[in-house]
């Protein structure tokens, strides 16, 4: 058991469409990391949030957008898909908010493929 | 900007072998570090993490990594490494005033039996 849960697992979408991805971070995080990992490279930020706020955000177009609700599950949006944002999404939970860093929690993944 | 990298993308050992996996990053402020490993099937999880202090750091499963300040390096080392150590391995680095950890692009390790 991860801690943190995603859904959906795997999704199909086409080229010019919108999808959400979801998470549920582990008991007692506060803050939600969202990560693309493309074939064979590591994880590559997308950005963070912490009191329903995006505070850091890596280099990735408008396009990617989230959101925090008061539970601390987060939702990772990203319109006008491309073939090339087809990826694993992995969220990680940790609780910089409010306490010391541990480091990350993962979840398994999204697997998302664009068409 | 900050960058990690991790020297190899693949490697195969035998059982008993020593592991050494290296790691280097860039960025001339205070740092944290860390290795995650991804199992077969798993989920990426935390497997060792450096603050502050001793620059020699103990993880689970006998897996140690040593800090080198001089060098901006991190290797994580086993002396003995088993079939069940197959996996990936990650180096990642946190700067100690953001919020981002930056990842390398790991290193599979397959263990031999």
């Known amino acids: 058991d991860a801690g943190v849960t995603q859904s959906p697992t795997h999704l199909i979408k086409t080229r010019g469409q919108q999808v959400t991805l979801r998470c549920s971070p582990k008991?007692?995080?506060?803050?939600v990391s969202w990560y693309q990992q493309a074939l064979g490279q590591g994880p590559q930020f997308i950005f963070q949030y912490y009191e329903e706020e995006e505070r850091q955000r890596g280099n990735f177009p408008d396009r990617f957008s989230g959101h925090q609700f008061p539970n601390y599950s987060s939702e990772l949006n990203v319109n006008a898909l491309l073939l090339g944002d087809s990826a694993l999404y992995l969220c990680?939970?940790?609780?910089?908010?409010?306490?010391?860093?541990?480091?990350?929690?993962f979840g398994s993944g999204t697997r998302l493929t664009v068409v | 900007a900050q960058s990690v990298s991790q020297h190899n993308h693949h490697v195969i050992l035998s059982e008993a072998a020593s592991l050494e996996l290296g790691c280097n990053y860039s960025y001339g402020g205070t740092v944290n570090l860390f290795w995650y490993v991804q199992y077969p099937g798993q989920h990426l999880q935390l497997l060792l993490k450096y603050f502050s202090g001793d620059p020699l750091v103990k993880g689970i499963k006998g897996f140690e990594a040593e800090f080198i300040k001089s060098k901006f390096s991190f290797n994580l080392r086993k002396p003995s490494v088993q079939w069940s150590d197959t996996a990936e391995y990650f180096c990642?680095?946190?700067?100690?005033?953001?919020?981002?950890?930056?990842f390398g692009a790991g290193t599979r390790l397959f263990v031999k039996a």
């Open positions: 990680a939970s940790s609780t910089d908010g409010t306490g010391f860093y541990y480091g990350y929690t």
């Open positions: 990642a680095v946190k700067d100690t005033g953001g919020f981002k950890t930056i």
């Open positions: 008991s007692g995080h506060d803050t």
